[in-house]
């Protein structure tokens, strides 16, 4: 939804802009394409991502600013008003494919799972350290998974180490005739990422602070990729008397996009203005 994403943050010579989850740099690249003549701050956890936004983005580097840091303290990070704020949640396919990362059953590696990989805590960690009844709630209340208690007695049973011995942990507790065991594989490893990275609570505490980092006439567009952070946004939009919405309804990928990156699929675009 890149054309979505550029039309809501509305770029014009001498804009500032923010992209608090450059990754790659994709987003950004588009933007600075449209319209050479603003300056970004380019904001991304994993110092990896980072240095590939660096290198995508080069043609503007004396126009952006580049910054590895957790988008939750923005405050510290960006300390002047801004014309517009993009957050592109949860994690990029550069991650998604690096076996070393953790990410994915579908690369044997790591159980890591880290955005920011200076920061100690792996899901590994998160596996051992949480009781079997912690390791349940988390993959209910995350994962919004049914089988969520036997799902976490068997990965605390069999200590899984590896991405691969997890993903069997998950799927031998399913009942045998289960249909689909990897989609809900796939939501408990998106359990297991969201407690690791603290990825609902940053997004709760950041959403005013971005309001308040915005210029009158700023605008915020937030891309979301599951429901629980969609919940997030669409309750804050609707509680925050400082901003007009600009998506009563959001703004979801075509059937030609989702063809050509089905990772696309649950994307969800909100769009809101300071007023
Ligand atoms: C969906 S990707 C962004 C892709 C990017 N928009 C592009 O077009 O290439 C999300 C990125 O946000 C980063 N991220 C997630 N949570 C973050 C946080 N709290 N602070 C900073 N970066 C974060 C991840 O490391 C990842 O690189």
């Not at 946004?233 to 919405?245: A, P």
């Amino acid at each position: 939804m890149v054309v979505e994403v550029i039309r809501y943050l509305n770029p014009a010579p001498g804009k500032v802009f923010v992209d608090a989850t450059v990754g790659g740099g994709g987003h950004s690249y588009h933007l600075l394409q449209v319209e050479p003549n603003i300056r970004l701050y380019a904001i991304d956890c994993d110092s990896t991502s980072l240095q590939v936004a660096i290198r995508n983005l080069s043609a503007w580097r004396d126009r952006i600013n580049f910054i590895h840091a957790n988008f939750v303290s923005l405050h510290q990070l960006v300390t002047e008003p801004v014309d517009g704020i993009l957050f592109d949640l949860g994690l990029s396919s550069l991650q998604l494919e690096d076996p070393q990362r953790g990410f994915s059953f579908r690369h044997d590696g790591p159980i890591d799972m880290r955005f920011d990989t200076s920061v100690p805590f792996t899901a590994y960690n998160l596996i051992t350290q949480s009781s079997y009844w912690e390791l349940a709630q988390i993959i209910k209340q995350y994962g919004e998974e049914r089988y969520a208690n036997v799902i976490a007695k068997n990965i605390k049973q069999r200590r899984p180490e590896t991405t691969s011995e997890l993903y069997t942990a998950i799927v031998d507790a399913l009942p045998q005739n289960y249909r689909n065991k990897s989609k809900v594989a796939a939501r408990v490893f998106q359990a297991l990422r969201i407690k690791v990275n603290n990825e609902l609570s940053n997004l709760q505490s950041v959403l005013p602070v971005a309001v308040d980092l915005l210029k009158p006439g700023g605008r915020l567009v937030i891309l979301s990729y599951h429901s629980l952070e969609d919940r997030i946004v669409k309750h804050f939009f609707k509680s925050c008397n400082s901003i007009k919405i600009l998506t009563p309804k959001p703004i979801v990928p075509s059937a030609t996009e989702i063809a050509d990156n089905p990772r696309a699929r649950s994307a969800k675009l909100r769009a809101a203005e300071k007023l």
